[in-house]
């Protein structure tokens, strides 16, 4: 503060973004004052130095022990009684159950920063957004692994709101009837870290480098555009999304879809781009659901086969193209399927594939 003024003395003018951050540095530093003062817990009264312990006896107060703490206006230090257990050595602070620091030395304010940052940018992206936003000095590891702990606070709620799906123990969801409720379902690669793909071979025999992201979304549809193409809801959409099995993944978005009203649904469609694991979970958990290659696939996977079909003759594959797509686009999908069975071919890709449908 002193060096702001001075600076405006001898120029007459004010630096506004030195002045606002020196005044919030200062603000920050009365606010840790303070807080340490409120973080002070006195030693327990004669009568009262014996808590529970977990193994079923009881801990003793032995002393008051300090710890720092990193709160929203800065470092502050908290003092607050330790006990322990006679009988299994356990040590416990509860006042750090209390005030909801046990094992970590940032408030739940700064924990919360942490987790916004930590989960949208990388993890050095976020310790320093947090100081030029919250003015907190933290480590990029500090990002990482409270971002980490939270992200598995989550998975573990979500695991337990899956197991009690699979129990079919689920609440029945009330509301209004839906006409048309849809699920899809897709994956994709994303590149990790080493550590994250240890034990597992990539498609080529290389250690993989890739993780196999499976995602799902829900969403309501209840108009068409003027050329007839469905148009999903506005604010519909709900997402879930995991890296594990399709096994786990078919319970996940079964109960995303059970929590959207599935079983109230008039029209249950469920839209995939054909891969295999995507109709068996529709098998299991969606039976009697509509099921759908989306145009935009079902596009793909016609190019795959113009390609297959007249290799490196790109005039040939449009023209090709132009005929096929326009049955699928305009729906004519037996025609298209008829004409595809009918495909004699010479690539011995082909061939060896049997029946193309
Ligand atoms: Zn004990």
Redesign the pocket.
Known sequence: MRVVFNAHRKSGRWELEALEMAVRAAMHRAGATALTTLLQFPAPAAGQRDVP?????Q?RYRELRSKPVLTAVGPAETSRPYYL?P????GQFPADVELDIVNTEFSPGVRRMLALVGQEAPFDHGRQQIKLLADLEVTTKNVERTAETIGEDIAGGEQVEIQRAKQLDLPIVLGNPIPILCVQIDATGIPVVKKETVGRQGKDGHPARHRDAKLGCVFTQTTWDPEGYPIRDPDSTTYVGAIETAEEFGKRIYLEAWKRGWSRAAKKVVIGDGAEWIWNIVALHFPGAIQIVDLYHARQHLWDLARKLYLNQETEQRRWMMVHQDMLDKGNVEDLVASLRSINSSNPELAAAGPLL
């Open positions: 312990c977990a193994c079923g006896h801990a257990c009988d299994c050595h356990h």
